[in-house]
């Protein structure tokens, strides 16, 4: 058993990201209608949303600049919000879908059963995923790099939540201890894994930003503006094909940073 784990952990340890980035692509090819099955409930809202905004129930010829103005930034922030939300549902039901392939590949997949492990973990997920999405934002405002980092250090956090039953403060520095184990590669998949919605977020919004400085370097003029339209928001729905990838990467790290430190995997499994 000990020299199992050892050499698992070896294994884990010699395998880079190249290596988990092609296993993510094989097994996503292979259970391409288990995942997208998984994205389109995820992004069953955001869909009704785009749909709505679309098709324009409201006329903004007959809105004032200030009713016009609150009504699009309650259709961005509920964009945005059921974006958020399908990125989650998709990650954490794609997390024991990707467990069971690996470990059990026999066994029939049932994503009613993986919607039910989020249903009970919910609550941890949803105030981890706040903490940290506040420590990647206050991390990138200082200079990029400790945004980077503190995404990297977390990366595993949402695997953590739905398969092990640490609460908040207990996932963060579960997810930190495994992250350390393969530090590199979750920093490869991290990036990978922010770099593919950000294209799609391109793809589907237009951004404006400018900034002019005075010859002392201090702000003269700053301005930020995006618009878009109910066409150009249904790019945003490539996120169907895109979000489970990203969480198969997720699931499969997770898996792999287990092995680097020589765990078993059988309470996994079961």
Known sequence: SNAAGFAAALRASWEGPTHLLRQAFALYSEHFPTFIKIALLGYAPFTLLALVNLA?????????????MVYAAAVFTAMVTSL?????????????????LTIAPLRPVRIAAAVSTLRRRWRVLAFTSLLVMTLILLGSILFIIPGVIAATVFALYAPVVIMEQHRVFGTLRRSRTLSRRAFWTALVI??????LPVLVWRAAVTTEFTLQLNDDFSPKQFGFNFSMSGWSSLYQLLNVFVTPL??????????KTRKAGGESLRDASD
């Open 56 to 68: 324009d129930f409201i006329d903004g010829q007959t809105m004032s600049p200030t009713q016009l």
């Open 84 to 100: 958020l939300f399908a990125y989650f549902f998709v990650l954490a039901v794609t997390v024991p879908v990707v467990v069971q």
């Open 190 to 195: 991290t990036i990978v894994q922010f770099a």
């Open 246 to 255: 990203t969480a198969i990467m997720a699931s499969l790290l997770y898996l």
